[in-house]
């Protein structure tokens, strides 16, 4: 958790997720990876996206980019954590066709874009793009997650319910 959130802070309610990438949530069994679809790292959603945009979902602090720029942790000031996984695998592109617009530390606001990826890079790389949106376990700021699947239009639909402690 970060320093911020650590404060009494205590948000009792929902927290709506709308969709942080333009495509179609589904359910994470979809997800060609046993960590994502059987939940190891967490409850989710995914989202077959149909264009290569991340943008953020509420206000927060980007808590980690990970090196090979595939995925960031978002951070909500109630402690709940999101992590946006482009593509399955896509660790192994090393960065390539992925353009972070922040880094681990800044401050973000809903809508704010977060990163751009080359979904013809990733197909041609022989890769699924399906992108995991997961919360990850273990959070104590977390009590329930609950999945919308559909449509889903950045800043609109929502596609994660998350119950707050």
């Known amino acids: 958790m970060l320093p911020w959130s650590r404060k009494s802070k205590k948000q009792a309610g929902d927290l709506v997720i709308t969709t942080p990438v333009n495509g179609l949530a589904v359910p994470l069994e979809r997800v060609p ?32 980019l990970i090196k090979s720029k595939h ?15 482009v593509g399955v695998d896509t660790v192994s592109l090393k960065g390539e066709g992925f353009t972070p617009r922040v880094e681990t ?5 809903a809508g704010q874009l ?8 990733i197909v041609e790389a ?12 273990g959070i104590d700021a977390v009590l329930e997650v609950h999945a919308h699947e559909g449509e889903a ?12 402690a």
């Open 114 to 121: 977060l990163m751009e990826f080359d979904i013809a890079r």
């Open 33 to 64: 990876d046993p960590a994502f679809a059987e939940r190891m790292m967490g409850e989710g959603v995914a989202i077959e996206p149909a264009e290569g945009k991340v943008y953020a979902p509420f206000d927060g602090v980007v808590a980690q």
């Open 71 to 85: 995925a960031v942790i978002l951070e909500h000031e109630s402690g709940a954590q999101l992590l946006i996984h």
């Open 153 to 164: 239009a950045v800043g609109i639909d929502p596609v994660l319910t998350i119950k707050l």
């Open 105 to 109: 530390g800044d401050r973000v606001k």
């Open 126 to 137: 022989g890769l699924p793009v399906i992108t995991p949106l997961i919360v990850p376990a």
